[in-house]
Nanobody, 124 residues
Framework: QVQLVESGGGLVQAGASLRLSCLAS????????MGWFRQAPGQEREFVAG????????NYGDAVKGRFTISRDNAKNTVYLQMNTLKPEDTAVYYC?????????????????WGQGTQVTVSS
C-alpha cells in the first residue's frame, strides 16, 4: 500500500514557475514508477510526465515537453514536477500516481495508487 500526498500548487501568473512535490509513504518508494497527471474542469485526466523506478527514464505529454521536468529523490520518498513558463491552459488539478509496473508508464489505468491532487491556476 502506498499513500501519496501532493503539495506546491497555487495561483500564479502566466510565465511563472511552480514546483509540485509528491510525498509517498512506505519504505519501497524506489520500487514504483511514478507519474503526474492533470485534470481540468470538464476534461479527462491526462498524462503530464512519468519517471521510471531507477530515475533512468522519463517521458512527457506533448503539451508540456520542454517546459516541465519530472524528477525523484528516492531517499526522500518524493517525486517532483518542475513547471516553467506556465500558461493559462496548464490550469488543472495535478495528481501524483504510483505503479509497480516497469518502465515509464503513460497510461492512466496502469497506475495503482493516486494522491488527492493539488490545484494549479495560471492567470493570463
Amino acid at each position: 500500500q502506498v499513500q501519496l500526498v501532493e503539495s506546491g500548487g497555487g495561483l500564479v501568473q502566466a510565465g511563472a514557475s511552480l514546483r509540485l512535490s509528491c510525498l509517498a509513504s512506505g519504505r519501497t518508494f524506489s520500487s514504483y514508477a511514478m507519474g503526474w497527471f492533470r485534470q481540468a474542469p470538464g476534461q479527462e485526466r491526462e498524462f503530464v510526465a512519468g519517471i521510471s523506478r531507477s530515475y533512468g527514464s522519463t517521458n512527457y505529454g506533448d503539451a508540456v515537453k520542454g517546459r516541465f521536468t519530472i524528477s525523484r529523490d528516492n531517499a526522500k520518498n518524493t517525486v517532483y514536477l518542475q513547471m516553467n513558463t506556465l500558461k493559462p491552459e496548464d490550469t488543472a488539478v495535478y495528481y501524483c500516481a504510483a505503479t509497480s509496473k516497469v518502465g515509464v508508464i503513460i497510461t492512466l489505468r496502469q497506475y495503482d495508487y493516486w494522491g488527492q491532487g493539488t490545484q494549479v491556476t495560471v492567470s493570463s
